[in-house]
């Protein structure tokens, strides 16, 4: 019997994966990827490191994803443990950091991305096609038998669209997966970006640009101060706001309801371990012991020096001011500061810098034990093009490599079973 022939749409992380499992099962495969480069944002991943999965346990995983009872069987058929066996036969030495986070031992993307390619780039059986730009689905009878791309048409038994979002756009990702899908009437979650640096009403001086801060407690608030987000952890501070992965975080939970036009503020602590009364008195008990130091280096105490100038930048304190100096209203405002400010969130740092997009293929209509739409045959959609994200950890490359598995051997599986052979060559 002639082998089924796969078309996958872009070679991604999800791309690439399925490319492997279908070539070890001698289906003919054509990987289309618009770029002149297969890979492009799975090599970038984790500051270039690939932050592969989360070592983490099951029930641990799925509460990291957005809609665990459909990626479930996905995550069943091939979890972490799956992914990590994976790729340490393919050879390449992993580690697991804090948090569970699994990296390879080189800390190397690139050798995620070589191992993935390595197996497919000159098997016989698959074909990879760059700057190859698909802009339709070919449909006949409710079911998908092709593509067109640079002009052409290539037809196929199967076809796994993995576009991935509409983030970091230079790596191909523009989100080109939504529009050939809708035309194909599916319904698209509108897609946002999340995992994402905030804006806010005054952002941070230039000169503080990119400062780490430690252990703080951040928590998004409506304007009835009703907490919405809570986390703690280390942020970065910006020109435009504030990210760091703690911000990352918060930004996936509040990304959908900030779309859709909710007030909303931020609020740092930078002191959480501290309560309000024992910093209080603190602040005051230092003004006393050091009353001949100036502001800046009694602020110094609780925050590193650009930030303590920034405090007293804002609480309108002369830094030169000796500490016997220094007023009971002083106490208040660097309090304030420390434990209680609040400004108003205008935005996100957008699409150039989200990690990922919420939103996309409505879950409705793809069939979670399979990945293929109910609403053309022989269709599989896999990756981030999906209505599926997840945090920051490992877990949204897992999302990609597991849906992509579960597609290609619902393909294998449907060929094994003999469901007739609808190609036709060209
Ligand atoms: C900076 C950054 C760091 C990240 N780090 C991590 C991390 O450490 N861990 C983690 O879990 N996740 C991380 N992510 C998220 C992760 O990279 C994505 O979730 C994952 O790459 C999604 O895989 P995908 O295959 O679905 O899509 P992509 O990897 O985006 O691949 C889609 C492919 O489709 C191609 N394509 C698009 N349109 C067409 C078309 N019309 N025709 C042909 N080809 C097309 C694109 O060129 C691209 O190659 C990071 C993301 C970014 C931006």
Known sequence: ????????IGA???????????????????????????GLKL???????????????????????????????AFDNFNNADLMDFFTEKGVELKTERGGRVFPQSDKANDIFFALLKEI????????????????????NGKAI????????????????????????????????????????????????????????????ISLQNLEIKNCQVNITDKDKTIIASHFGDITLDEYGVAG?????????????????????????FKPKVSEERLRSEITATF????????????????????????????????RTMGYKLTERDVKSILWYLKFRREEIIGDMGWREAIITQGGVSLKEIDKRTMESKKVKNLYVTGELLDLDADTGGYNLQIAFSSAVLAAQSIITKDNKGIKNNYKEK
């Open 1 to 8: 019997m002639k082998p089924q022939k796969t078309i996958i």
């Open 12 to 38: 991604g992380a999800s791309g690439l994966m399925a490319a492997n499992i279908l070539a070890k099962a001698n289906h003919e495969v054509v990987l289309l990827e618009k770029k002149h480069q297969c």
């Open 43 to 73: 090599r970038i991943t984790g500051k270039g490191r690939c932050n592969l999965t989360n070592s983490c346990g099951r029930s641990e995983y799925l509460s990291h994803i957005s809609s665990p009872e459909f990626f479930e069987y």
């Open 121 to 140: 780039e000159f098997a016989e059986n698959v074909q990879i096609i760059k700057n190859c730009d698909v802009k339709h689905l070919i449909k006949d």
């Open 146 to 205: 092709g593509v067109i791309a640079n002009n052409e048409k290539i037809l196929a038994d199967n076809i796994i669209i993995c576009t991935g979002g509409k983030s970091y756009q230079t790596t191909g990702s523009t989100g080109d997966g939504y529009r050939i899908l809708k035309l194909l009437d599916h319904q698209i979650i509108t897609p946002i970006p999340a995992l994402v640096g905030l804006r806010t009403e005054n952002g941070y001086p």
């Open 245 to 269: 992965p703690v911000i990352l975080s918060v930004s996936r939970e509040i990304a959908r309801a900030f779309d859709e036009g909710k007030e909303m503020f931020l609020n740092i602590d």
């Open 288 to 319: 006393k012991e050091r009353r001949t130091e100036n502001a800046v280096n009694i602020v110094r105490k609780w925050v590193q020096k650009p930030m303590a100038e920034e405090i007293l930048r804002v609480c309108k304190i002369n830094p």
